[in-house]
């Protein structure tokens, strides 16, 4: 069974540039979401939650701590980093295309930041390092790439960055859950159709659906799900 996705010949050999360039539509993802941070209080966006209970209790029991490596995607203001300091795991990571967000949660937490790794930049093209994580987070970031090349540069970046028989934990709307976040449209996934397209080196473990309620009142079904990565 081949799980890693076909790329094409290499050309020939080019100087590394020393960043990434962000291609036109991370620019606007950019500028879309430091708008947001900019404006709203961060326990004011629909996403918020108090405790980030669910995941904590997923991570925890498959990458315990302190050795486990673990990254939040999208976890910029989320106070997920506080309780896995909190629990003794050491320097979890955590990266967000919004700066405003990672400033929050460092103001939030104080010194206690420096015990934490900041990466400001879209998940679709950071420069991750590979096969570094035993557990990668994603908390509604992958619902909001709506097209096949998103979701194709995705899942690239998580084989590169997750190391062979790691831990993939991500949360989704539900297909019952809202069409629309933020201003955005997002995708909805069933178990079924979220294992498709992560593909066959992701082995389903765990499947819950979260409801969700938000600042203002609303509920939001979410699908939450854990794989194991086997890489070939």
């Known amino acids: 069974m081949a799980c890693r996705i076909p790329v094409s010949p290499p050309n020939p050999p080019q100087p590394p540039p020393t960043a990434p360039v962000p291609a036109p539509d991370a620019v606007e993802r950019q500028a879309h979401w430091e708008q ?21 209790s997923l991570i925890q029991t498959l990458a315990p701590p302190p050795a486990a ?8 203001a989320s106070v997920l980093v506080d ?43 950071a420069a991750l390092p590979p096969a570094a994580y035993d557990l990668w987070h994603d908390r509604a970031v992958f619902h909001f790439l709506t097209t096949p090349a998103q979701r194709l540069r995705y899942r690239r970046q998580l084989e590169h960055a997750l190391r062979p028989d790691g831990y993939l934990v991500i949360a989704c709307f539900a297909p019952d859950g809202p069409s629309r976040c933020s201003g955005l449209p997002v995708v909805r996934y069933s178990a079924a159709t979220l294992g498709a397209e992560l ?21 939001q079904h979410f699908l939450y799900m854990s794989f194991r990565y086997r890489a070939t």
């Open 36 to 56: 947001v941070y900019a404006t709203r209080a961060v326990d004011a966006v629909s996403w918020f939650e108090p405790e980030a209970a669910q995941s904590f």
């Open 69 to 76: 490596a673990v990254i939040d995607i999208g976890g910029g």
């Open 83 to 125: 309780r896995l300091l909190d629990a003794g795991y050491l320097h979890p990571t955590v990266l967000d295309i919004a700066d405003g967000a990672l400033a929050a949660s460092r103001r939030r937490l104080g010194e206690r930041a420096s015990r934490a790794t900041w990466v400001c930049g879209d998940v679709l093209d």
């Open 199 to 219: 593909g066959p080196c992701f082995m389903p473990l765990q499947e819950t659906q979260v409801l969700h309620t938000t600042p203002a009142g609303a509920t």
